[in-house]
């Protein structure tokens, strides 16, 4: 194992502001910073009140762009994935997300915060597959290692 | 209004999060599924400086009769831990290690435009809505 591209400060600020917009919501609007259940409900399920969760993905392309512009060397993308393997992650994490009632933000910022049993196990669950599939696809097969 | 303003600024925060730590660059997150390769330990200080505001932050927040701008808080109730959450956290986990996005950062990516974070963002709304086709389970 070799520890590369690491940057703690970055990510240590990226996670405060992260967790300062989920006290944010939960604060003010008495919800969960869920990202799946947020996208869930601003397009395929019916009812429930749709402004605040558009506004919400909104904000999250206006900050991301902000970050962009503003933090040199935020604006990177690398990846060895052919743009079909993005489109088969897509639905698995979209029928994932839903089946399991949640994702990294809510089972793991949000959930973990409120020592949620369900939340603890979602998050090691998915760690281990996620684990398990870098693994395979790297170690297994040698592609992208 | 007011709810939706801050919903606005939550998102803000939220995607300054995701960008500043580059949690939008899928090799950041793969490396950190990588453990037993090259492995970046990043990720695990974006979660843990979250947890850490929320670990703290939602004890006093809670402790409250209800939000400012709602009537009351929206929560999870149940605490089963069943065969959906699991199974539905290992799908889950399976399509974040295969291309290294989970839904925020794909959606927060989409103002790279670049075709990747699109087809990745068109995939988890056909999955969510395929999701929902299905017949209710128990």
């Known amino acids: ?3 590369v591209n690491f940057t703690p400060w970055a ?7 992260i967790g300062a917009s989920a006290s944010l919501l939960l604060w003010l609007n008495g919800r969960i910073a869920r990202i799946s259940g947020i996208v869930a409900g601003a397009t395929v399920e019916p009812g429930g009140d749709r402004a605040w969760r558009w ?19 935020s604006l990177a993308f690398q990846s060895d994935m052919p743009w079909p393997v993005f489109l088969v992650a897509g639905l698995i994490v979209g029928f ?4 399991g009632s949640g994702c990294t933000s809510g089972h793991g910022v949000c959930g973990l915060a409120r020592l949620s049993p369900r939340s603890l196990a979602s998050v090691a669950t998915f760690m281990a597959t996620g684990i398990l599939t870098v693994f395979v696809i790297r170690h297994l097969l040698g592609v992208g290692a | ?10 998102g803000l925060l939220f995607g300054l999060g995701l960008a500043i730590s580059q949690m939008t660059n899928p090799a950041k997150v793969l490396n950190f599924l990588d453990i037993t390769g090259t492995w970046d330990p990043t990720l ?10 929320t670990l703290i932050s939602f004890r006093f927040i809670l402790k ?3 939000p400012l701008f709602e009537g009351q808080f929206h929560l999870p109730t149940r605490s089963d831990i069943d065969g959906r959450l699991l199974g539905g956290a290992a799908l889950f986990g399976i399509g974040w290690g295969l291309a290294g996005y989970c839904p925020g950062p794909g959606i927060a990516a989409l103002v790279m435009g670049l075709w990747e974070p699109a087809l990745f963002v068109v995939g988890l709304l056909v999955g969510m809505w395929g999701f929902r086709r299905l017949p209710p389970v128990g």
Not at chain 1, 11 to 17: N, R
Not at chain 2, 44 to 53: N, R, S
Request: proline share 2%.
């Open chain 1, 55 to 73: 506004l919400f993905l909104a904000g999250l392309l206006g900050g991301a762009a902000l970050a962009f512009w503003l933090v040199p060397g």
């Open chain 1, 1 to 3: 194992m070799t520890i």
């Open chain 2, 1 to 10: 209004m007011k709810k939706n303003i801050a919903a606005l600024i939550a």
């Open chain 1, 11 to 17: 990510g240590l600020i990226g996670g405060l502001l």
């Open chain 2, 44 to 53: 695990a200080f974006v979660m843990g400086g979250a947890v850490l505001v």
């Open chain 1, 96 to 99: 994932g997300t839903r089946l």
């Open chain 2, 64 to 66: 409250q009769d209800r």
